[in-house]
């Protein structure tokens, strides 16, 4: 009755049973982490290079090393390592930008994306939808509103992401009781009711992102796997300085600035949860590490879970069971603990810190050189590879 011949993907469920998604679902979920990942697989023809200008696959293809285009957000990066290391992934990528780059069908004026599963294989879906019939048998096909969650895993057991462009405000610890402090300085405040504008930004003013929190977790495989970038602990420089009568940009536009309008772009990011500062067990040693003078402070493992942390490693055994020790108590319930990684350079020595997460309130801390890798400073940390300082 409301046929919008769009595409659609059907998947067999068996027992005469299936589940139809529309192609555009298919992107928004799989390919829709931030807006500047959509908006170039939108834009025909295909081209890798506006997603990543480099990508390192180890001999195994479980190591994967991606070097994110500019403007790329890093939150976009598991969805953009599967395009890079998986060959059915990249096809599903280009399908979309194909798509819109052919002539309709006869007697259809629009033009409707295509594009597919990005993986092939068996996978757990959550969706929400609506049950129809299909010739007199009620629910034989599901017809998928939204999906919810996939349980494919990635092509990769760890990624290392490499960001270029605009970096966010690093978090600095809190001034001690009685003191001034920095006072910030800060641009033009956000206008209170902004509208969305389909046109160029206008290049003079600086890009806004706003992260879209997600209530349920879309990819459970990334759960347990290390997905990290660096991210400097302090940066250098002063802030923007608010002119007098500089009032807020009431317009926000999706795109690359280019025009002389005053609108401000705008990237959409799709994020868990919104970091405030590390977890509790590494503050104590993160607000010791930016109060150092004259030596440069990065975090290895800006992750995407709560910006500071990723699951410790760890080796299974032989029966496939994990060892007890790498779990802890938290609510009740058990999980993976978190380790993280800080890279400390002064002017002839570079060293890297591992702080653990322990029971109770000890702090647990490796150190390492810098011939000593980071995945192998990581390993270590367990005791998989022992290592000497």
């Not at 807006?35 to 890798?48: H, M």
Request: with cysteine.
């Amino acid at each position: 009755m409301a046929n919008t011949r769009s595409y659609c993907v059907r998947v067999d469920l068996g027992e005469g049973r299936s589940m139809v998604v529309p192609s555009m679902e298919l992107a928004r979920f799989y390919f829709g982490s931030s807006s500047p990942l959509l908006a170039s697989l939108f834009l025909p023809p295909f081209d890798s290079k506006r997603l990543y200008s480099a990508v390192r696959i180890g001999p195994f293809g479980e190591d994967v090393e991606l070097d994110l285009a500019e403007g790329v957000p890093k939150e976009s990066g598991p969805d953009i390592a599967r395009i890079a290391a998986d060959k059915t992934a990249a096809n599903a990528a280009a399908m979309i930008a194909v798509s819109l780059l052919r002539q309709p069908p006869p007697g259809v004026a629009d033009i409707y994306p295509q594009c597919v599963f990005p993986f092939e294989g068996a996978t757990t879906i959550k969706a929400s939808g609506k049950w129809l019939s299909l010739g007199g048998q009620p629910r034989s096909t599901f017809l998928a509103y939204r999906l919810r969650s996939c349980s494919h895993p990635f092509p990769f057991e760890n990624l290392q992401v490499k960001t270029t462009g605009a970096k966010r405000r690093p978090w600095r610890p809190a001034a001690p009781s009685g003191s001034a402090g920095t006072q910030s300085r800060v641009g033009a405040p956000d206008a209170k009711d902004p509208t969305l504008r389909e046109r160029d930004a206008s290049g003079a003013l600086a890009p806004r992102t706003r992260r879209l929190l997600l209530r349920e977790v879309k990819f459970p495989d990334l759960a347990y796997k290390r997905v990290w970038s660096e991210t400097q602990l302090a940066e250098g420089g002063t802030a923007p300085v608010a002119a007098k009568g500089v009032t807020a940009v009431p317009d926000l536009a999706v795109g690359a600035p280019g025009s002389v309008r005053r609108v401000r772009s705008i990237s959409l990011v799709e994020a868990l949860t919104q970091p405030k500062g590390p977890p509790a067990f590494l503050r104590p040693a993160i607000e010791r590490l930016a109060r150092l003078k004259r030596i440069e402070v990065t975090r290895l493992t800006a992750s995407l879970d709560d910006g500071w942390t990723v699951p410790i490693p760890y080796t299974v055994s032989d029966d496939g069971e994990i060892p007890p020790e790498v779990f802890i108590a938290d609510g009740g319930s058990d999980r993976i603990r978190r380790v993280a990684a800080i890279s400390l350079r002064a002017t002839r020595q570079h060293v890297y810190v591992v702080v653990k997460e322990t029971d109770g309130d000890a702090i647990h801390v490796d150190r390492g050189s810098r011939e000593v890798g980071l995945r192998a400073l990581l390993d270590r940390v367990f005791g998989i590879t022992p290592l000497s300082d």
